[in-house]
Nanobody, 114 residues
Framework: QVQFVESGGGLVQPGGSLRLSCAAS????????IAWYRQAPGKQRELVAT???????NYADSVKGRFTISRDNIKNTVSLQMNTLKPEDTAVYYC????????WGQGTQVTVSS
């Protein structure tokens, strides 16, 4: 069982940047595909970006070219660099396995507003 703790959210103006971090616990982290998800009020949770154990990445069309996911298997961390932020990026952001999610953490709030 792996646990995830998100951090780095905050308030940023449109066009700004933010870097989110995810700290994971568990000795199988390096073998897992990891994903960032987000959920805006009244909307379904959606998949934002994924990264495999071999560092292959995929992105939702809405963030492609603006967001970058990366991982550090020594530190057991995953990051999400978010550039050129838009108001529609406002959501609670979560990290977890890219697969069947058993438990969700608290997430970290990202608010993009002028």
């Amino acid at each position: 069982q792996v646990q995830f703790v998100e951090s780095g959210g905050g308030l940023v103006q449109p066009g700004g940047s933010l870097r989110l971090s995810c700290a994971a616990s568990g000795n199988i982290f390096s073998a897992l595909a990891i994903a960032w998800y987000r959920q805006a009020p009244g909307k379904q949770r959606e998949l934002v970006a994924t990264i495999t154990p071999g560092d292959s990445t995929n992105y939702a069309d809405s963030v492609k070219g603006r967001f970058t996911i990366s991982r550090d298997n020594i530190k057991n961390t995953v990051s999400l660099q978010m550039n050129t932020l838009k108001p529609e990026d406002t959501a609670v952001y979560y990290c977890n396995v890219n697969g069947r999610v058993h438990y969700w953490g608290q997430g970290t709030q990202v608010t993009v507003s002028s």
